[in-house]
């Protein structure tokens, strides 16, 4: 008998290399557990086989596997699912700073349609194909089935290169103490919450019918998954803006309180720009839900032209890095010892490589992309005489 047990089908990823945590594990068909399922269950080798694009090319999907062993909560849906969520949010605000950092739409994973699970799986027999959804259950033989990718998205390959290591383990120690307990912490409760929230954010706001109401929705799930890591009983922007304010920034564009964020009007006050893109995706989302007039142009920010939509998941990467208190707190060595002093050196700078992707990528809504090339390039360009956000920057309709 195989000590571990499929639980979830994953068809449109592929992966490098296994994603764990304790009794749990998110894993490509060329992992030796798979193998050693199906050698066990020839009726999951089927299942897999069965797997292709809507164009009939094979593909090799990536499973959720549970230890036999596993504590009964890890082996519950709402874990898996949250499980599958830390993975998500592990790689969308990545790629998506990327893109904005590089310019290459293509890389990485932007939307969490990838992480669909899908809603056919073998039973504990591995006798039957059974589905179970709000809409539908049902049973079927195996050999009947034809998997598929989710149509219109082409599967891709998730490299490590484009998962936040750092984010995702924090993510996953929390995932094990929420999910170990009877009684979790009300901030792990209040975790998984959001990132359910943030993994239906990041799904693509429609498919080829998509139009300016979709992104709205998408912006208001968005602003949502930030006010349940940050709640209150009026005015939740404030507190969220409380959370982005505890980051540790390294880029000065980020951490200089020069932006007029929405809510300070009367007082004068400035504050981070952070605070100023959640605030105007705030007020954006007022508008869409409230039945405000509203125009094509409503989420362009000026000067840079680019949507305060495609900004939204590496902002979400900030307000979690305040939430978990993401910082490198181990203590910096006697450089007399160079060994020591260089290892933490390079720790460190592993451990803010992805919060200055992000950070980096923030940034790029102050310019234009050929600014913010030249930029890249080495080429002097002063950010004080850079147009800079106010509040009248966005066209409110």
Same mark, same amino acid.
């Given at each position: 008998?195989?000590?571990?047990?499929?639980?979830? =089908?994953?068809?449109?990823?592929?992966?490098?290399?296994?994603?764990?945590?304790? &009794?749990?594990?998110? +894993?490509?068909?060329?992992?030796?557990?798979?193998?050693?399922?199906?050698?066990?269950?020839?009726?999951?080798?089927?299942?897999? $086989?069965?797997?292709? =694009?809507?164009?009939?090319?094979?593909?090799?999907?990536?499973?959720?596997?549970?230890?036999?062993?596993?504590?009964?909560?890890?082996?519950?849906?709402?874990?898996?699912?949250?499980?599958?969520?830390?993975?998500?949010?592990?790689?969308?605000?990545?790629?998506?700073?990327?893109?904005?950092?590089? %310019?290459?739409?293509?890389?990485?994973?932007?939307?969490?349609?990838?992480?669909?699970?899908?809603?056919?799986?073998?039973?504990?027999?591995? !006798?039957?194909?059974?589905?179970?959804?709000?809409?539908?259950?049902?049973?079927?033989?195996?050999?009947?089935?034809?998997?598929?990718?989710?149509?219109?998205?082409?599967?891709?390959?998730?490299?490590?290169?484009?998962?936040?290591?750092?984010?995702?383990? !924090?993510?996953?120690?929390?995932?094990?103490?929420?999910?170990?307990? !009877?009684?979790? !912490?009300?901030?792990?409760?209040?975790?998984?919450?959001?990132?359910?929230?943030?993994?239906?954010?990041?799904?693509?706001?429609?498919?080829?019918?998509?139009?300016?109401?979709?992104?709205?929705?998408? +912006?208001?799930?968005?602003?949502?998954?930030?006010?349940?890591?940050?709640?209150?009983?009026?005015?939740?922007?404030?507190?969220?803006?409380?959370?982005?304010?505890? +980051?540790?920034?390294?880029?000065?564009?980020?951490?200089?309180?020069?932006?007029?964020?929405?809510?300070?009007?009367?007082?004068?006050?400035?504050?981070?720009?952070?605070?100023?893109?959640? %605030?105007?995706?705030?007020?954006?989302?007022?508008?869409?839900?409230? $039945?405000?007039?509203?125009?094509?142009?409503?989420?362009?920010?000026?000067?840079?032209?680019?949507?305060?939509?495609?900004?939204?998941?590496?902002?979400?990467?900030?307000?979690?890095?305040?939430?978990?208190?993401?910082?490198?707190?181990?203590?910096?060595?006697?450089?007399?010892?160079?060994?020591?002093?260089?290892?933490?050196?390079?720790?460190?700078?592993?451990?803010?490589?992805?919060?200055?992707?992000?950070?980096?990528?923030?940034?790029?809504?102050?310019?234009?992309?050929?600014?913010?090339?030249?930029?890249?390039? $080495?080429?002097?360009?002063?950010?004080?005489?850079?147009?800079?956000?106010?509040? &009248?920057?966005?066209?409110? %309709?």
């Amino acid at each position: 008998m195989a000590d571990w047990i499929p639980m979830f =089908t994953l068809p449109n990823i592929a992966l490098t290399e296994a994603i764990e945590s304790e &009794d749990v594990a998110l +894993v490509s068909t060329a992992d030796p557990r798979i193998g050693e399922i199906a050698s066990a269950h020839p009726a999951f080798q089927t299942y897999i $086989g069965s797997f292709k =694009t809507e164009f009939g090319r094979s593909l090799a999907p990536s499973f959720v596997l549970a230890h036999k062993d596993a504590p009964p909560a890890f082996r519950g849906v709402e874990a898996l699912a949250a499980f599958r969520d830390s993975v998500s949010m592990s790689v969308i605000p990545l790629s998506w700073a990327k893109s904005l950092r590089f %310019g290459h739409g293509g890389m990485g994973i932007h939307y969490s349609n990838w992480f669909s699970i899908y809603p056919w799986m073998l039973d504990k027999n591995y !006798e039957h194909l059974l589905s179970m959804t709000m809409a539908t259950s049902g049973m079927d033989e195996v050999t009947r089935l034809r998997g598929q990718s989710s149509p219109g998205i082409s599967p891709r390959h998730l490299d490590h290169g484009f998962i936040d290591k750092i984010l995702l383990k !924090e993510l996953l120690t929390r995932w094990q103490r929420c999910y170990r307990t !009877e009684t979790p !912490e009300h901030d792990d409760v209040a975790l998984f919450r959001s990132l359910n929230m943030a993994n239906f954010a990041a799904l693509m706001p429609a498919g080829v019918e998509v139009t300016m109401y979709d992104i709205g929705r998408q +912006v208001s799930l968005w602003v949502s998954a930030f006010e349940i890591l940050s709640p209150a009983k009026s005015s939740a922007f404030f507190k969220v803006y409380d959370n982005l304010k505890t +980051v540790e920034f390294g880029l000065p564009a980020l951490s200089t309180p020069i932006y007029e964020a929405h809510g300070f009007k009367t007082t004068q006050t400035k504050d981070i720009l952070p605070c100023w893109i959640y %605030g105007e995706l705030y007020k954006a989302r007022n508008d869409f839900l409230h $039945g405000n007039p509203v125009t094509r142009e409503r989420l362009a920010v000026r000067p840079s032209q680019r949507s305060l939509y495609i900004y939204a998941a590496p902002l979400y990467r900030l307000a979690l890095t305040g939430f978990l208190d993401l910082r490198f707190k181990r203590d910096i060595p006697s450089q007399d010892d160079a060994t020591a002093f260089a290892a933490f050196v390079s720790d460190r700078m592993d451990f803010r490589w992805p919060q200055s992707n992000i950070e980096a990528a923030t940034s790029t809504i102050l310019y234009t992309e050929e600014q913010y090339r030249a930029r890249a390039r $080495g080429e002097a360009i002063d950010l004080y005489n850079v147009p800079l956000p106010t509040t &009248d920057l966005t066209d409110c %309709g």
